[in-house]
């Protein structure tokens, strides 16, 4: 939903993504809103552009964090096939809280900064691929 108003605070608020444009009716809608933009013209790149871009980081990172935890269970389920299903444990805490810091932290964080997979005025021209 888009509001401009102080009316429109309500509408925001109940909407799965809100957009407030700042105008002269006051900052209510902007500040109860996730997305702001200074005028009306903006929202087509606000939609095409950056919803594209954020559509494929979250659908690749949901994909990136299946397969990490699926390497590392199977990882501990062969590792316990050899130990004979004895409840040893495979490493030490610090080890898991470093292997998660660095393979959940990390790679989220260099490939949301860096992956533009069309670039903005491809997406502007074509709607259709959002």
Known sequence: SVGDGANDVSMIQ?????????????????MA???AI???RHLRKLLLVHGHWCYT???NMVLYFFYK?????NLLFWYQFFCGFSGTSMTDYWILI???????????IIYGVLDKDVSAEI???LPQLY
């Open 69 to 73: 935890n699926v390497a590392y269970v």
């Open 57 to 59: 980081r979250l659908t």
């Open 38 to 40: 200074s005028q009306f």
């Open 98 to 108: 470093l292997f998660n810091l660095l393979f959940t932290s990390v790679p989220p």
């Open 14 to 30: 109940v909407a799965d993504t809100g957009v407030g444009i700042s105008g002269q009716e006051g900052m209510q809608a902007v």
């Open 33 to 35: 809103s996730d997305f």
């Open 123 to 125: 997406l502007m021209q």
